[in-house]
């Protein structure tokens, strides 16, 4: 049994190395978690490309199920340079209550939010911003019991 707690991202393979055992890991016997298709799915870009219209239709061919899928996602935006891009970090900037911005790390200790993440779209470049996500932010409702 291999269990990954690291190779979430490029920086667990610094080198040929580490690609090889990786690789001779998936070739194996072993049961491996995650398998390589459940981690590049679970991956933020992966997640915002499969968000875009269109991608996920790719892999389900039924439009009625592909349509449920896409209901459950949250709006995942890309940071580039396009013109979208620009207008989203706009947007975030102008309301940053309504976003996340997450980099392509596991778990959520390095999300950013409010003033953290206007103060990360503000100083990042773009070649730093493109290595982020930005998400709309999840507000789960309040109950009381």
Known sequence: VVYYRAGYTPNDYPS???WRARELVEKSRSFVCPSTATQLVGAK??????????????????REDAARMRATFAGLYALDESEAGQKIVAEALQH????????QREGGGNNLYDSDLVQAL???NAQQRAAY???DRVRSPTHNS
Not at 45 to 62: C, I, P, T, W, Y
Not at 96 to 103: A, D, G, H
């Open 16 to 18: 040929d190395a580490e």
């Open 122 to 124: 503000q100083t990042m």
């Open 133 to 135: 996500i930005l998400m």
């Open 96 to 103: 940053p209550e309504r976003y996340v911005l997450k980099p």
């Open 45 to 62: 870009k992966m997640q915002e490309v499969l968000a875009r219209e269109g991608v996920l239709e790719k892999f389900v061919s039924n």
